[in-house]
């Protein structure tokens, strides 16, 4: 898929994971689009005047989890994410139930090297349970003073639209491009890999070799 406009600079990127590395409540969700039109979304983004913060790239991401699957299990999740040059370590809490969007607690911090911060994790007993991978890109529009953030995501298992910001200005964004509530997909992606039985993600039954 062609790519155009503005490029989005190493700073902007850098401030996108900076609001992030305190403690917050997500909100977000996925709307299920055809891959084919992505580029349309795109465009009529830009259109709308959002600004790109990260250019198409491939994401590679390791869950972790203890042998016994207790960090799965009480709803938590640990990913290491290799996003082109940078590599971010995110916990994410127990998601909200009773919320038709998907929220839940994250902690994310850049870390300077992947490769060690995989060998610290191993090195506390945590393995790697899941491994995915899915190209993204990243653009910020702003609607009635609020900041949202869109993920244009391609994997194995289908194209995606990720909206993030507060519930308003989501359900404000979706509208958009004519998304109701009956469009949100509150799934993470590791549950839609496993139902698709695909091979864009991998798991055994304890885990997967932590060290490569």
């Excluded at 653009?139 to 953030?149: A, H, N, P, R, T």
């Amino acid at each position: 898929m062609k790519r155009g406009g503005t490029n989005a600079s190493f700073t902007d990127r850098i401030c996108y994971i900076n609001c992030h590395q305190m403690g917050h409540l997500e909100t977000e969700v996925k709307i299920s689009v055809d891959p084919a039109g992505l580029l349309q979304i795109r465009s009529r983004l830009s259109e709308l005047g959002a600004r790109p913060l990260a250019e198409r790239a491939k994401e590679e991401n390791l869950l972790f989890d203890f042998p016994d699957h207790r960090l799965e299990r009480e709803g938590y999740a640990l990913r290491l994410r290799a996003y082109g040059e940078e590599s971010l370590l995110t916990f994410k809490g127990k998601a909200r139930e009773d919320s038709r969007l998907k929220e839940r607690e994250e902690i994310e911090t850049q870390v300077s090297d992947g490769v060690a911060t995989r060998e610290l994790l191993c090195s506390l007993g945590l393995g790697v349970s899941f491994r995915y991978a899915k190209y993204r890109e990243i653009l910020e529009l702003f609607l009635s003073g609020e900041k949202v953030v869109f993920c244009l995501d391609e994997t194995s298992v289908g194209a995606f639209v990720e909206i993030e910001g507060p519930e308003a200005a989501i359900d404000e964004a979706a509208a958009l491009f004519g998304w109701g509530s009956d469009s949100f997909v509150r799934t993470n992606y590791v549950k839609l890999y496993r139902e698709g039985a695909e091979e864009g993600g991998e798991r055994s039954g304890s885990s997967l070799p932590c060290r490569e």
